[in-house]
Nanobody
Framework: QLQIVESGGGLVQPGGSLRLSCAVSGLTLNDYSIGWFRQAPGKEREGVSCISSRDGSTYYVDSLKGRFTISRDNAKNTVYLQMNSLKPEDTAVYYC????????????????????????WGQGTQVTVSS
């Protein structure tokens, strides 16, 4: 049974920070890479960041570099997304997803998401950035 559960979303003021958690079971983080995605109202889903199964290397979409940080705690089977300097346009439902093996679209420190390779998805957690 493979399960992915996101948590940590909520309401935060612009400029604030939030840490999301992605708790996984039924898989090992050494076999599956984990990606964070988000979808704002009226917009298509977009990639945010991913962490590689092989060595924990991290990758980010260029527009979010410097504000978001992805990490993992293998002992807890949990992946985190630390979000700083949040803006209203960051408001979205944030999803965690898994793909077997290393992620596609990883170039240097940049990530160009390959959406269809992620087979397993959580239900999402709402992040709202507003004053």
């Amino acid at each position: 049974q493979l399960q992915i559960v996101e948590s940590g979303g909520g309401l935060v003021q612009p400029g604030g920070s939030l840490r999301l958690s992605c708790a996984v079971s039924g898989l090992t983080l050494n076999d599956y890479s984990i990606g964070w995605f988000r979808q704002a109202p009226g917009k298509e889903r977009e990639g945010v960041s991913c962490i590689s199964s092989r060595d924990g290397s991290t990758y980010y979409v260029d527009s979010l570099k410097g504000r978001f940080t992805i990490s993992r705690d293998n002992a807890k089977n949990t992946v985190y997304l630390q979000m700083n300097s949040l803006k209203p346009e960051d408001t979205a439902v944030y999803y965690c997803a898994a793909t077997r093996g290393t992620p596609g679209g990883a170039v240097g420190s940049s990530w160009y998401p390959v959406f269809y390779e992620f087979d397993y998805w959580g239900q999402g957690t709402q992040v709202t950035v507003s004053s």
